[in-house]
């Protein structure tokens, strides 16, 4: 059986390891984006603070109580979670992140149906992420299509994705 907890939490782990840049441009500006993926996000991007598990409650130790087997997906699914669409959303992040995808500079105040406060909204086909201060703050998919978190956000043209390793600082260009 599919485990997708563990395949979230493992390509979330995987993501930790590395620091994104993206640099971006419009009418002339470049902004850079960096986006770093601290084990305690993994906590609040899985939507883990919906869920009623006990062994989950702790952000910081969330991510490895899952890698190390202390709850997997049908304990996760028998609780009552319903956001698998989170977990599904971070096993592919990554190749999302290392592509040309949208990038839009945040203006949270014109959606009606959203609280969420960010920098940068990225959209990723139906997946939705958004950043602030080098940290991810929440992805999605977006079920409903009619609800355009982009709308009346300035759209940044991606000129190039950097990925560099935390520890060894090798540095890779995923596009240019």
């Known amino acids: 059986m599919c485990d997708l907890l563990k395949k979230s939490a493992l ?9 994104y840049t993206l640099i971006c441009g419009r009418k002339g500006v470049q902004t850079q984006v960096a986006i770093r993926f601290p084990a305690s996000a993994y906590h609040h991007l899985a939507g883990f603070q919906y869920a009623r598990l006990a062994a989950l409650r702790q952000q910081k130790h969330a991510l490895d109580v899952i890698l190390n087997g202390g709850v997997s997906h049908a304990q996760l699914m028998a ?5 698998r ?9 990554r190749k999302h992140l290392e592509a040309n995808q949208f990038v839009f500079r945040y203006r949270g105040h014109g959606c009606a149906y959203s609280k969420i406060r ?3 909204l990225m959209l990723f086909g139906d997946i939705v992420l958004f950043t602030d201060a080098a940290i991810p703050v929440s992805i999605f998919k977006v079920k409903n299509p009619s609800m355009r978190y982009e709308q009346g956000c300035p759209r940044l043209t991606v000129l190039q994705i950097r ?3 935390l520890e060894t600082g090798e540095e ?3 596009y240019q």
Do not use: M
């Not at 609780?79 to 956001?83: E, I, K, M, P």
């Not at 669409?85 to 992040?93: A, G, K, N, P, T």
């Open 172 to 174: 890779t260009i995923t």
């Open 85 to 93: 669409d989170r977990l599904e959303s971070l096993v592919c992040l």
């Open 118 to 120: 960010a920098e940068y």
């Open 79 to 83: 609780s009552g979670f319903q956001h």
């Open 163 to 165: 990925r560099r390793h």
């Open 11 to 19: 390509a979330y782990k995987d993501l930790s390891a590395y620091e």
